[in-house]
């Protein structure tokens, strides 16, 4: 009976303590579960810091997308991106900035007329001759594809701001006819370079243009940055000054 007695008045106490001073369960170790998953934040200036600043939402739908329309005539020199006005077209920039051993067509500080790719998506060295039957075995690449900006926030855009999205040298990658084919309009969820050894330049890219056009991404395409970032936690977030982004000026 005493021991009965002892009991129900220690509870009583415990109960009375519970109400005066607040009781809450011990959630310390599921703090500690949810801070080990997280992980440390990434460092400032990388692509997976950046990525993890940019918003996650649902595509949009392509409701109202034109290519020419809403990002204006391919290729113009007429915009306010990097490397614009300078007398050359913008796929002749990239042709200029990306291949090697190139040579101009006669007459023309800007037109190429050959050269040779190292294709960044696939590793193959592809031989450009400028012509009718053979321009289209080099083509130029939105790193962030025009539809795939339009499903994340483009629509939102300026019509100005949209012609600087698929002028920007930022956003565009030179690589093979075929594999531009092959990508098409898709994201990072859907399509990755086939050379492993480009995917985390390539991503960093991605996430850049995103970051710097106020774009977001959808969660599928943050999980697909994410798994590809974590093979070069330390890659950097390429800006417009980046070697591998500037474009040349004619000679």
Known sequence: MRLRSATRALAATALVACVLGGCAPDSSGSHRTAAAAAGPAAAAGTAQHALDELPVRVAAPMTGYDRTGKFGPAWSDSTTAPGSHNSCRTRDDLLRRDLTGIRLKDGSRCVVASGVL?????GKHIAFLRGPGTSTAVQIDHAVALGA?????????????RENLGNDPLNLITTSGPVNAAKSDQDAAAWLPPRAAFRCTYVARQ???KAKYD???????KTSMTQVLTTCPDQALPTDTSPEVVVPQPQ
């Open 118 to 122: 190292n294709d960044p998506y696939t």
């Open 149 to 161: 900006t339009w499903r994340t926030g483009a629509a939102a855009l300026s019509q100005d701001q």
């Open 207 to 209: 996430i850049a243009v």
């Open 215 to 221: 774009l977001w991404v959808t969660a599928a395409e």
